[in-house]
């Protein structure tokens, strides 16, 4: 099974390079799709594996269905970008192919049993999604191409570093297995453990966009197309931190919880400040929602540094903010497409020009931001409950303060968009139906899971928290 | 005779930076491929046969050579100017490197106690590199300075590999991995198309995207 969410899109990609056709191009996007959905969701009943280097676990199907659900959404505002796009048949293709290997690329990430075999996927993420950032050939978005290649190759060596590290630490068994990491974490030498470990952390978290390795973030979710900055930043952002999350156990094992916590929590914060900073004063709104993504990054960090209930919170805030800024970017697309500005001041009167747009952003902004009845308000509530609980009162109070900070930050821009009266000449183009839908269906998935957890998601969540 | 090799290793990177043009770049890259060949070579126990013959072909034929040749043909075809720019002064810039290697040797006679079978002059030196690649990438101006500061990166931690290959021969061969597929797809696809849409290939160009 797992074979096939592998292999299918390489055969796929190689497929459509050679077809050329649009109809082609939609019919295996959608398929790969909806046969991912369908998978990821039976690997929660029916665990998989596929040699010993892939395999399902507690942990990884949570994240699994994430991509999936938010591929899912994307692929069919992909078929509404595709439909409006004048690009000819090849460029698309092309296009296409390398989503197809981005997202097989991801569930290698999510999927791999194996640190290096992991790190092999990081590397394949940014590779087949440079191409993706780089669809719209402006000077900006080369330059955006640009920074993400080479900042993220850095961080890929850094994390590599890591990787040699922790190997001359591990004297007799050489395996880098995790299963096998963790059994003999006590014999790991401590020394290289915690040279090892801020190399990975910075290394994989220049994907995952903690500050201060931040940069290439900004940039190219603000160039590419938007359903691939909701592709970036609702899936890959967590992949990233799936890692992250393995080699966090692996110091818990090792007995060095505080080491790990510690600096979670100091990367944590310097990310939310940073995003602060710079959401105050934004003029870009794509930017605004790329800089949201590092916060949002920096509250799973946080939560992850307190440890306990953290935990909890930190998986359900992964999961809320993926569906939710995967629909705030696709919207974010909807009003590119009708305003053709990407500044804040370019755009006013949002819902009486597009209500259906209008509504999504007021909601999604609901949804990031941590308004009842929506998820994140809980996984917040938890992390502040989890500070309060071990006796960080000044920290939960700079986190409060950054938060509310940027909450009126997006606040001040999402409304200044919505309302006001219409403007000339933005009502000449109608999008299809389809860039409404998947928003939509994310916003009721959303609510749905804040009024009540539905028991066997419920049960996935603390069987997931249970493996950290 | 590897000491020796690791040392010179350690002494090309201090003399890139205080050198001004890039030809001595390019050189050092390519000695650099040499020195990692020559120490391939006089090491050649701890290596299975085929990743020897592997490794031997990669350092020499893409490090010491194709990269190397590469570069000059870029740098004559794009009409780059030859100095090589930095933010800081050459005399900073040596007492920066000076201080990161001062570093990593404390770090690798820190290590001693730690160490299983690692030699520490080889950790010491690579972590330096590594370190001092990442400097260079920092406080040089131009692109290509950026590509061959990652290059010199590549090369501390294709040094670092080295050490535990006896243990673990794969984490070499993903080293290479990086390496050649990163340096290719940056300066193949890259370079060239940066300077199609800029005159220069100069990071202050790049800077149209910020808040």
Redesign the interface.
């Known amino acids: 099974m797992i074979a096939i969410l592998l292999l299918f899109p390489v055969a796929a990609a190689i497929l459509l390079l050679i077809a050329r056709s649009r109809i082609f191009n939609m019919v295996l996007m959608l398929g790969y799709s909806i046969m991912h959905l369908v998978l990821s969701i039976s690997f929660c009943i029916y665990p998989a594996s596929f040699t010993q280097y892939f395999k399902t676990d507690d942990l990884n199907r949570l994240f699994l269905i994430v991509l999936s659900v938010v591929f899912a959404g994307v692929s069919l505002n992909l078929l509404e970008f595709l439909r409006n796009s004048n690009e000819p048949a090849r460029k698309q293709s092309l296009f296409i192919a390398n989503v197809l290997i981005f997202v097989a690329a991801m569930t290698g990430v999510i999927l791999s049993t194996h640190l290096?075999l992991l790190?092999?996927f990081v590397?394949a993420t940014t590779?087949s999604s440079s191409y993706l950032i780089y669809f719209s050939r402006s000077?900006?978005a080369?330059?955006?191409t640009?920074?993400y290649?080479?900042i993220c190759?850095?961080g890929?060596?850094m994390a590599?570093?890591g990787?040699?590290l922790l190997?001359?630490?591990?004297?007799g068994n050489?395996s880098?297995f995790f299963n096998d990491l963790y059994a003999q974490a006590k014999n790991i030498?401590?020394?290289?453990l915690k040279?090892a470990f801020p190399f990975m952390l910075a290394g994989f978290g220049t994907k995952v966009g903690f500050a201060p390795v931040h940069a290439w973030l900004?940039?190219a979710h603000?160039?590419a197309p938007s359903p691939v900055s909701a592709l970036l930043s609702g899936t890959l952002l967590n992949a990233a931190l799936l890692a992250i999350l393995r080699i966090d156990k692996l110091m818990y094992l090792a007995g060095m919880k505080w080491y790990a916590q510690n600096l979670l929590l100091v990367i944590g914060f310097i990310s939310i400040f940073v995003s602060a900073v710079?959401i105050i004063?934004?003029?870009n709104y794509k930017?605004m929602l790329a800089y949201s993504s590092i916060e949002n990054m920096g509250i799973i960090a946080i939560a992850l540094g307190i440890g306990g209930i953290g935990i909890f919170a930190a998986i359900l805030h992964i999961i809320a903010h993926s569906l939710t800024k995967a629909a705030f970017f696709l919207t974010s697309g909807t009003i590119l497409h009708r305003f053709h500005s990407k500044s804040i001041m370019g755009v006013k009167g949002l819902l009486k020009t597009d209500p259906a747009a209008g509504w999504l952003w007021l909601l999604c902004f609901a949804g990031i931001v941590g308004i009842p009845p929506f998820p994140i308000f809980l996984s917040e509530f938890l992390i502040v409950k989890g500070m309060i609980d071990s006796g960080m009162i000044i920290q939960m109070v700079i986190f409060l303060l950054l938060l509310t900070i940027i909450m009126a930050g997006i606040g001040r821009v999402v409304l200044r968009m919505s309302f006001g009266e219409q403007q000339p000449g933005t009502d000449g183009h109608r999008e299809g139906i389809l860039a409404y839908v998947p928003q939509f269906v994310f916003i009721a998935l959303l609510l749905a899971l804040g009024f009540s957890i539905p028991n066997a998601i419920y049960t996935l969540i603390l069987k997931a928290a249970a493996v950290l | 005779m590897i000491s020796f090799l690791i040392i010179l290793f350690g002494v090309t990177m201090l003399y890139v930076s205080i050198s001004t043009r890039l030809e001595s770049y390019i050189k050092v890259l390519a000695i650099q491929g040499l020195i990692l060949f020559l120490i391939i070579l006089s090491d050649y126990s701890i290596l299975h046969i085929t990743s020897l013959i592997f490794l031997s072909f990669e350092t020499l034929l893409v490090k010491a050579i194709t990269i190397p040749t590469f570069l000059i043909y870029i740098i004559r075809k794009n009409g780059i100017f030859r100095e090589v720019d930095p933010f800081v002064t050459n005399i900073l810039s040596l007492i920066i490197t000076s201080a990161i290697f001062a570093g990593g040797f404390y770090l690798a006679f820190w290590s001693q106690g730690a160490v299983n079978n690692i030699r520490p002059l080889y950790f010491g030196i690579s972590i330096s590199t590594i370190i001092t690649g990442l400097f260079i990438i920092i406080s040089r101006k131009k692109i290509i300075t950026h590509v061959m500061g990652y290059m010199m990166l590549e090369n501390g931690i294709f040094l670092l590999a080295l050490s535990i290959a006896k243990e673990m021969p794969f984490i070499v061969a993903l080293g290479v991995l990086l390496d050649i597929f990163i340096a290719v797809y940056l300066l193949g696809l890259f370079i060239n198309k940066v300077q199609e849409s800029y005159s220069d290939t100069h990071i202050d160009t790049l800077a149209k995207l910020k808040d």
């Not at chain 1, 190997?167 to 004297?171: F, N, W």
């Open positions: 290096a790190w092999v590397e590779l000077e900006s080369l330059e955006a640009w920074k290649l080479f190759s850095i890929i060596s590599f570093v990787i040699i190997s001359m630490g591990l004297g050489n880098l030498n401590p020394f290289w040279l900004p940039d603000s160039e710079y004063n934004i003029k930017r």
